[in-house]
C-alpha cells in the first residue's frame, strides 16, 4: 500500500497547552512520526516523499487571511515585550462576525479558537507539508490506486476554514476531500476519532457536494465540547449532508462497529465513490485520553469494514498519541484495511 510522510513535519514541537486549568505537555509531539511509521511499514506500507503541489489546493478550503496569519504571527508575536515562545491566546471574541483585529494577540484570540493549537516559528512549515501530504496522497487516489495513507502531523480534523484549534492548523481532509471534488469524484469523509472532526463539519456545513460523518466521544462532556450533537445534519445547502454518530465514552469496539454501520448505510444513500478516512488512533484502550476503549484487533475489524465498502480510500492520519500500542493500532488497522483487496 502506497504511504505518504514528509519529515519537515517534525519542525513543529509544541510545548504545552492547557487543560483543566493546568499548563500541560503538549501530545502532539514529533515522536508520533516514528510510532505512526513504524506502524505502517509493518502493515506493508512503502512510503515515498510527497511533492509540493503549491498552495492553491489550501487556499480551495481556507481563508487568505488566515494563511496569511499562520505565515506571519510568530514574528509578529514575538516581537511583543516579554512575549512566550509560543504563540497562544489568552483573548477570543464573543462572537466572530464583528471587528477584525490589527493587532498579533487579537489575531491570535480570533484565529485560534483554543489553547491547544501553539504556534511556533515553524509550525505552518510542518502544518504546509503535513497538508502537502495529504494533496499527494489524494493525487495517488486520482491515479488509480485504491487505497494510499498520508502520515499527516499536525493532522487537521479540529481545523475550521480561518480557525485553528485542537493540535490542529490546516484541514487535510478537508483538503483533500475538496480536491476530490474538483477531480469530478464524489467524495465523502468519514472521521473515526475520538474526537469530533469540529473543522471539517464547518467548513462542509452548509454545503450539499461533501459527505460528513464522524464516529465521536459524546462531546457534551469532551473536546470539542459545542459541536458534534447527533441533530446538527447540516443546514442550507447541506441539509442532510452532514451525519454526527456521537457514542458514550468509554465505548469499545463493537459500539464503533455498530455506528459504522449508519455511516456504511448514509455512504450507500449518497452515492459517494471515493472514501477519505479521517484516522484517529486515538479511540485505542491504551491511548493517553482513554475516552474509547477499542482494542488492537478491533482496529483491524474497523479497518475490514471500511475495505469492504469497496471505495477507493483515502487514509489521513489525525488523531493517536504516543503509547506502546500506537504502532501496534496502526498496523492492525491498516492490515484490515488491505484485507481482500489489492492495495
Not at 484487533?297 to 498519541?321: D, N, R
Amino acid at each position: 500500500m502506497q504511504a505518504f510522510l514528509d519529515e519537515r513535519q517534525r519542525l513543529h514541537a509544541p510545548k504545552s497547552f492547557m487543560s483543566a486549568g493546568v499548563k500541560r505537555a503538549n501530545p502532539e509531539v514529533p515522536r508520533r512520526i516514528d510510532l505512526l511509521r513504524a506502524g505502517a511499514e509493518a502493515a506493508g506500507c512503502q512510503f515515498a516523499q510527497p511533492q509540493d503541489a503549491g498552495i492553491g489546493a489550501i487556499k480551495a478550503v481556507h481563508d487568505t487571511a488566515y494563511l496569511q496569519f499562520l505565515q506571519t504571527i510568530h514574528a509578529r508575536w514575538s516581537a511583543l515585550p516579554g512575549a512566550a515562545d509560543e504563540v497562544i491566546p489568552n483573548v477570543h471574541p464573543r462572537t466572530r462576525d464583528t471587528g477584525y483585529p490589527s493587532g498579533a494577540v487579537g489575531l491570535a484570540g480570533y484565529h485560534q479558537g483554543d489553547t491547544a493549537c501553539p504556534i511556533s516559528a515553524d509550525t505552518w512549515r510542518s502544518a504546509y507539508w503535513s497538508a502537502q501530504t495529504a494533496i499527494t496522497a489524494c493525487d495517488a487516489i486520482l491515479g488509480g490506486a485504491g487505497g494510499v495513507y498520508a502520515l499527516c502531523r499536525p493532522p487537521g480534523h479540529h481545523a475550521y476554514a480561518d480557525q485553528a484549534g485542537g493540535f490542529c492548523f490546516l484541514n487535510n481532509s478537508a483538503i483533500a476531500a475538496q480536491r476530490l471534488l474538483e477531480a469530478g469524484r464524489r467524495p465523502a469523509i468519514l472521521d473515526v476519532d475520538v474526537h469530533h472532526g469540529n473543522g471539517t463539519q464547518g467548513i462542509f456545513y452548509a454545503r450539499g457536494d461533501v459527505l460528513t460523518i464522524s464516529v465521536h466521544a459524546d462531546p457534551s462532556a469532551f473536546y470539542p465540547f459545542f459541536y458534534g450533537y447527533a441533530d446538527e445534519t447540516g443546514q442550507g445547502d447541506g441539509a442532510g449532508a452532514n451525519l454526527n454518530l456521537p457514542l458514550p465514552m468509554g465505548s469499545g469496539t463493537d459500539a464503533v462497529l455498530q455506528a459504522l454501520d449508519q455511516a456504511f448505510a448514509a455512504l450507500g444513500a449518497w452515492g459517494a465513490d471515493t472514501l477519505v478516512v479521517a484516522l484517529g488512533l486515538d479511540a485505542h484502550e491504551a491511548d493517553p485520553f482513554q475516552a474509547f476503549q477499542v482494542s488492537t484487533e478491533g482496529f483491524a475489524q474497523i479497518g475490514a469494514a471500511v475495505s469492504a465498502q469497496g471505495l477507493p480510500m483515502l487514509c489521513v492520519q489525525e488523531g493517536g498519541y504516543v503509547s506502546e500500542a500506537l504502532s501496534d493500532a496502526l498496523t492492525s488497522f491498516l492490515t484490515g484495511l488491505q484485507s481482500g483487496r489489492n492495495l
